[in-house]
């Protein structure tokens, strides 16, 4: 299992280093941008920014730009032929008196090279336009740390024997991966802890659960806020609480701690309150479920009654009868817990 956690994590990892490489400037004041860089000279940089769906052209003076990266993965389709008829595909950067300036992706790096004038025959520049397809990449990736309260619903709630949870009032944190695949649609990846404490009467124990989950965000971009929709499944995992509750006019419950993993959902929505900088701060309300079911009983009721019965002693050619006494037990167990919870939480993201 936690092999494949793994394999899942380095996917995303290398899913969203290939799928969102592109230009980025940094900027004197420490700020980067991500961009398209179309042309340059000494003194401008003239680029194109993708933007709430949109890209739009724009130029950039070079006295705010402490440094430029570039990624030559991104379009390839200048050419340069040579006086020896020689060709080759790059990306133009810029051409000074005496040379041209390019970079090109050679075995998974990008190279960059400097040609001298008077060996170029020619040089094919594609025009300044460049299509949504292939700025797609370009979509916001962020990462969120959120925070807030959960409220147990249903059977997790309820005290009323041992398919109960008994449980009252918690927190969560959760931390969200973010990867824009379009305008509208983002795909998620979301590890979780929670816990959520019992009745008072109950010795302050707590039942504890966390979880690694994955699927989609459905994105309504607005002004100043964005409205997010999300649908997540995967692993998670329950600790019970442990205790002992004896209720008037029924059986011992005895709660043991243990524990087991299941597959769950989390459903919720979000606001995201955009600002002027990479950060962003967001609120959000989540409902989580998973059927568990333990390997050992997670509690038990014991309940424990009197019988009595009639014996005879013997004395002489006399019986005396007298009343004795016993004490039965019976046990019931449980392997169950549901846990459904409602979460409400605020916190912060960072949009790389």
Known sequence: MKLKILHFCLFFLFFQAFCFSQDKIIFT?????????????SSIVKV???????????????????????????????????????TIACRFIRENSDSVFTISFVNGLNKTTLFDKNSIKTIEKQN?????????????????????????????????????????????????LSIGLT????????????????????NNTSWKSGGLLGGLELIIPNTPFDLEFRALGGLMYLMSPDFKYNPRNSGLIEYNKTSTNALGVDLGIGF?????????????????????????????????????????????????????????????????????????????????
């Open 29 to 41: 004041s420490g700020k980067e941008r991500k961009c398209f860089i179309l042309n340059e000279d």
């Open 48 to 86: 194109i920014l993708f933007k709430d769906g949109k890209n739009f052209n724009t130029s950039i003076n070079r006295e705010y730009i402490q440094s430029i990266i570039y990624d030559a993965n991104i379009r390839q389709k200048d050419n340069i032929t040579f006086l020896n008829g020689s």
């Open 272 to 352: 995201n309150i955009n600002s002027k900088s990479n950060f962003n701060f967001l609120a959000k309300v989540d409902y989580l479920y998973a059927n568990f079911e333990f390997d050992e009983p997670k509690a038990t009721t014991t309940y424990t009654f009197q019988t009595s019965s009639i014996e005879y002693d013997n004395i002489g050619n006399i019986q005396i009868p007298r009343i004795v006494y016993t004490n039965t037990k019976k046990i019931i167990e449980s392997n169950n817990q549901i846990l459904s919870a409602l979460s409400i939480s605020i916190g912060f993201g960072y949009k790389f």
């Open 183 to 202: 305008k509208y649609l983002n795909l998620g990846l979301k590890g979780y802890g929670l816990y959520n404490g019992t009745e008072n009467y109950l």
């Open 128 to 176: 300044d336009s460049i299509t949504n397809s292939e700025l797609k990449y370009s979509s916001d990736t962020k990462i969120s740390v959120s925070t807030g309260f959960c409220i147990p619903l249903g059977e997790y709630a309820e005290s009323l024997g041992i398919n109960s949870g008994y449980a009252t009032l918690g927190g969560k944190i959760s931390i969200q």
